[in-house]
Each structure stands twice: as structure tokens, then as C-alpha cells.
T-cell receptor, first 114, second 115 residues
Framework: DAGVIQSPRHEVTEMGQEVTLRCKPISGHDYLFWYRQTMMRGLELLIYFNNNVPIDDSGMPEDRFSAKMPNASFSTLKIQPSEPRDSAVYFC????????????FGDGTRLSIL | GDSVTQMEGPVTLSEEAFLTINCTYTATGYPSLFWYVQYPGEGLQLLLKATKADDKGSNKGFEATYRKETTSFHLEKGSVQVSDSAVYFCALSDEIKAAGNKLTFGGGTRVLVKP
């Protein structure tokens, strides 16, 4: 079975450029999560969706960040304009149902902003 | 708000040693508790979970018991292998707020097992 698929795996770009990260959740899962992982701040939840609708975006650091989920099989996280402090590993995860159901993580996108 | 505290690493062990990673939590409701593991270059994977007090989660030789009286969920393994080298995350999902299935993670504990 295919897991959560993220692309690209690595992204290096210059500050000020637009960055788009992509995620394909596991088929049939109704929750999708975007996380950011850094050495300084650990694992942070940025935003999550239920049935393609954003439920909680309180973790989105600022207006430069936006996320969309146009359908059940695709989501994007966009940073515009990007800054060096956005360098991190970004993970997408999905789950079936709420409560105590496990989240399934992709392998992440390692983003470096020069 | 909800929070999870786990011991800081790195924890360095020899193969076949006993591993314990402490985890304590605060939550306003009746949380479910999880341990996730992250191998180098990969995303997090669920290792085990427990959904109510006194439940024991187990998987791949790892165990953790949900202790409501001490608000703890310590991870243990009796004999570690080099392949257990990874970062381990304790997490909770608060049932009262679980309409969103939102997880609160601890800071992670890096474990290094030497042959």
C-alpha cells in the first residue's frame, strides 16, 4: 500500500522565492496535517484539514505561509516569499478518523532557503 | 494547555542493554497516549499506543503503560539492538478535543545503540 507521498524530497532555493510543497495522503484518509521540524523548535503542527476543510491553522507562523487542499488526494503548503529561517523539514501526515487513530507520516521535504 | 515532557537525549547504550525513556504529560481531558519513532531520513512511525488508564501498549519488544496516577507513559525495551537507534517521540491526543485528532508531541529523545 502506498503511504503518504511528499514532493519534492529536497528543495534548495534563494530567499524571496516562492516555495510549494506537495502532499498526497493515503487514499481514504479524512485528516491531513502539515508539520515543521527544526532542531530549535522540534516538531510543530502548522495546520490540519478534515475532509479538505482547514480546521486549525493556529500554528501557521505568518501570512507568508498558506495551505490548500483542493481535493481528498492532494494538498499544498506554500511559502511566499521564503526566508532563511523557514529552512526546516516539512512533514505531511494523514489519518483515518479522529481521536486515537494513528497519524501516518510522509518522509518529509527538506527545505533550505539560502 | 496540553503538554508532553520527555527526557532529553542523546541516550547512548550498548547492544542488549535495557532502555527506558521517560515521558510525562498534562492534559485537561482523557488523553490517548502514543510513542512514535523516527529513523534517520524518514518520517515518524507509530510504535505503540494506549487509550485508557492501565492499558499497556507493545510492539517490536517495546512496551509502555498508561499511568494516570503519575501522568506518565514511559517507554521500555529489555534488550536493544543497533537497529533501534532513532529518535523517539511521546505524544498525546486529548479526547475532549479529539474532534480534530490533534496530537501534542514531546521534544523527542535521540537513542544511539552501539554494537
Amino acid at each position: 500500500d502506498a503511504g503518504v507521498i511528499q514532493s519534492p524530497r529536497h528543495e534548495v532555493t534563494e530567499m524571496g522565492q516562492e516555495v510549494t510543497l506537495r502532499c498526497k495522503p493515503i487514499s481514504g484518509h479524512d485528516y491531513l496535517f502539515w508539520y515543521r521540524q527544526t532542531m530549535m523548535r522540534g516538531l510543530e503542527l502548522l495546520i490540519y484539514f478534515n475532509n479538505n476543510v482547514p480546521i486549525d491553522d493556529s500554528g501557521m507562523p505568518e501570512d507568508r505561509f498558506s495551505a490548500k487542499m483542493p481535493n481528498a488526494s492532494f494538498s499544498t503548503l506554500k511559502i511566499q516569499p521564503s526566508e532563511p529561517r523557514d529552512s526546516a523539514v516539512y512533514f505531511c501526515a494523514s489519518s483515518l478518523g479522529g481521536g486515537n487513530q494513528p497519524q501516518h507520516f510522509g518522509d518529509g521535504t527538506r527545505l533550505s532557503i539560502l | 494547555g496540553d503538554s508532553v515532557t520527555q527526557m532529553e537525549g542523546p541516550v547512548t547504550l550498548s547492544e542488549e542493554a535495557f532502555l527506558t525513556i521517560n515521558c510525562t504529560y498534562t492534559a485537561t481531558g482523557y488523553p490517548s497516549l502514543f510513542w512514535y519513532v523516527q529513523y534517520p531520513g524518514e518520517g515518524l512511525q507509530l510504535l505503540l499506543k494506549a487509550t485508557k488508564a492501565d492499558d499497556k501498549g507493545s510492539n517490536k519488544g517495546f512496551e509502555a503503560t498508561y499511568r494516570k496516577e503519575t501522568t506518565s507513559f514511559h517507554l521500555e525495551k529489555g534488550s536493544v539492538q543497533v537497529s533501534d537507534s532513532a529518535v523517539y517521540f511521546c505524544a498525546l491526543s486529548d479526547e475532549i478535543k479529539a474532534a480534530g485528532n490533534k496530537l501534542t508531541f514531546g521534544g523527542g529523545t535521540r537513542v544511539l545503540v552501539k554494537p
